[in-house]
């Protein structure tokens, strides 16, 4: 039997350049609106990230940080409280992925946008205001520099400080362990599945 976890990666530290994107209550329809929801695959949502809060109705440039040359590489993104609400899209987070993000901090993430998130091996760990309201300031005046994610130790390292952060135990333990991909941990066990299958008389229908 091929080994569950060969095929996926495990997701223990994330290291990078953030963009700080204030705002409480941030839902996914301004993450990712619905009018580019119309798509066979998600390949080229990264462009739409954010796409009303970036340009207006003539798609002119608006002030905002995705939009700064300075930010263009990040893949941190530090956010604020209930980010990700609103409906359960998971075009969203498939949106974020693609611009380039590899990890949230924030001070907490909807339920269901954490968890389509995990799908996708995105880190979203959370801290209380006044922590997300620092590095947001930092991150703001260094966009070069370094941010530090150890999802296993459950830190953030910056500016030669390090910070508590929590993450999830069930997100944790899937990332660490390489076995947040169900897909692919299917895929991995496809052997194992289908003895199973065959053993059931309701399958079989013996």
Request: charged share 25%; with cysteine; proline share 4%.
């Amino acid at each position: 039997m091929t080994d569950a976890t060969e095929e996926i990666p495990e997701v223990d530290y994330v290291e990078g350049t953030g963009i700080p994107i204030r705002g409480n209550d941030i839902d996914t329809d301004q993450i990712i609106p619905a009018r580019f929801m119309k798509v066979v695959t998600f390949d080229g949502l990264g462009q739409f990230s954010f796409f009303d809060l970036r340009f207006d109705d003539d798609d002119n440039e608006k002030d905002h940080p995705m939009n700064e040359e300075r930010f263009q590489d990040a893949n941190i993104m530090v956010v604020n409280n209930n980010f990700g609400c609103g409906s359960s899209r998971e075009h969203a987070p498939q949106a974020l992925m693609r611009w380039g993000i590899d990890a949230l901090i924030g001070e907490s993430f909807a339920e269901i946008f954490a968890g389509n998130c995990l799908a996708l091996g995105i880190p979203t760990v959370t801290a209380d205001h006044e922590t997300i309201n620092d590095l947001q300031q930092w991150v703001d005046d260094n966009p070069d520099g370094e941010v530090e994610v150890d999802v296993a130790a459950e830190t953030v390292t910056y500016g030669g400080q390090e910070v508590g952060v929590s993450v999830d135990d069930a997100q944790r333990k899937a990332l660490v362990d390489g076995i947040w991909d169900t897909t692919a941990l299917m895929k991995a066990n496809e052997q194992a599945i289908a003895e199973t299958a065959a053993n059931l008389p309701y399958v079989t229908g013996d």
